[in-house]
């Protein structure tokens, strides 16, 4: 009997049937991400549920009830969030001006009708709903096999970060997801919508019609352009004019305290160049990409571009935002062995383990990230123009 064969026939698997093998195989990556998930959500809920710490729900919490009992017009005064914060959390808890979009506070509203402490886990058990159907989506968008998406997003870092400090960025992932989804399928103008709902951070979304705009893709555009003005036209309705200028000068000035929390976290490429003169062409080196991408890829592949860009160039976003990137990653990986060693390392728990040595190191998240995007670029120089998916 030659070795191969007795390899074979000392094998574990060997006169099993393919199926079971199959189903074994199929399964792994399941068991590996409920285990790793498990412990994380785990830590997570086992805070909430003893210590009652909200984080950044807190923000969220008073701007809901703000202005259901307040009224818009007082949703960004600080003294009645300072208020609010001392009704219903401890004092060792910063008190976090809510700064997000008025329409977004019409959702959160809702919320503020529960006692803080049942609110917080209604919360996260939203976010964790809102996260396994981003983990679908991503999957059915970039032809990544479901395991394999949930393993992704069991190790990735800011998934972990932004569940222990209370943000809502699996929701705003799950809206970018079904617009992968919708884009992939052909349903532009949907997609175009469904994207306009990640405006309740809209600074994440910077470059996002570059992708429409690089493929000439009118209907995806009209639909995003549609969802931002219906939002905008809301957001006017609640505040009015003069309360509209309020809140863009609140934001333009960053005049409120704890608005701008722990700036040498900030993943973007001005923390990455370090001033002016090196970040004004980095700025224009990602745009360049991104409609260097958008031109000549898929639409699908041209908007997870446009993601990365847009987390790039945000003025304001930290690691947990970096979430974002997950079906990006996922989606652009495949084109070249530079995207898929700067996704591997950046899907891949690399940067917690750098910041365990200085917290500056999380600058590897926007440097892996901008290599992703040029190393898309590069090769959608060798792929034929492409208009649509």
């Given amino acids: 009997m030659s070795t191969v064969a007795r390899v074979a026939a000392a094998s574990p698997d060997a006169g099993r049937p393919t199926a079971r093998r199959g189903w074994r195989s199929f399964l792994g990556p399941w068991v590996a991400a409920g285990l790793i998930a498990g412990i994380w959500l785990t ?70 009708l529960l006692p803080p402490h049942p609110a917080l886990l209604a919360w996260l058990a939203i976010n964790l709903v809102a996260l396994a159907g981003a983990i679908y989506f991503t999957a059915r968008a970039t032809g990544v096999g479901l395991p394999e998406a949930a393993w992704h997003a069991a190790i990735f870092f800011p998934a972990v970060a932004t569940f222990l400090n209370r943000q809502d960025l699996p929701i705003i992932l799950f809206w970018a997801a079904a617009g992968y989804w919708l884009t992939a399928r052909g349903r532009y103008f949907a997609a175009g919508s469904i994207l306009a709902l990640c405006a ?82 980095l700025v224009l080196l990602t745009v360049a990409a991104v409609v260097t991408a958008g031109r000549r890829l898929s639409q699908t592949q041209a908007l997870a571009a446009a993601w990365l860009g847009s987390l790039l160039v945000a003025p304001h976003v930290v690691i947990s935002d970096y979430l974002l990137a997950l079906p990006a990653c996922l989606s652009l990986a495949p084109l070249s062995r530079y995207c898929f060693l700067a996704s591997l390392l950046l899907l891949f728990p690399v940067v917690p383990v750098l910041l365990a040595y200085d917290e500056r190191l999380v600058l590897a998240a926007p440097f892996l990230a901008l290599a992703c995007l040029i190393g898309a670029a590069v090769a959608s120089v060798r792929t034929p123009l492409l208009r649509h998916d």
């Avoid at 973007?268 to 002016?276: D, S």
Wanted: with cysteine; hydrophobic share 50%; glycine share 8%.
């Fill in 43 to 112: 830590a997570v809920f086992r805070q909430a549920v003893l210590h009652g710490r909200p984080g950044d729900f807190s923000s969220f919490y008073c701007g809901g009830e703000i202005l259901r009992t307040r009224g818009p017009a007082a949703l960004y005064d600080y003294q009645a969030l300072q208020q609010c914060h001392a009704r219903h959390f401890s004092e060792q808890d910063a008190v976090l001006p809510f700064i997000r979009p008025p329409f977004y506070a019409l959702a959160l509203a809702p919320l503020s």
């Fill in 200 to 281: 309740m951070k809209f600074h994440l979304v910077l470059l996002l019609s570059l992708a429409f705009l690089a493929k000439k893709n009118w209907k995806a555009l009209r639909g995003l352009l549609t969802g931002v003005g219906i939002l905008a036209a809301v957001s006017l309705w609640m505040l009015g004019p003069a309360g509209l200028t309020r809140y863009v000068q609140v934001l333009l000035y960053r005049s409120l305290p704890n608005i701008e929390n722990y700036p040498v976290r900030q993943t973007n490429l001005f923390n990455l160049a370090g001033g002016a003169w090196l970040s004004i062409p």
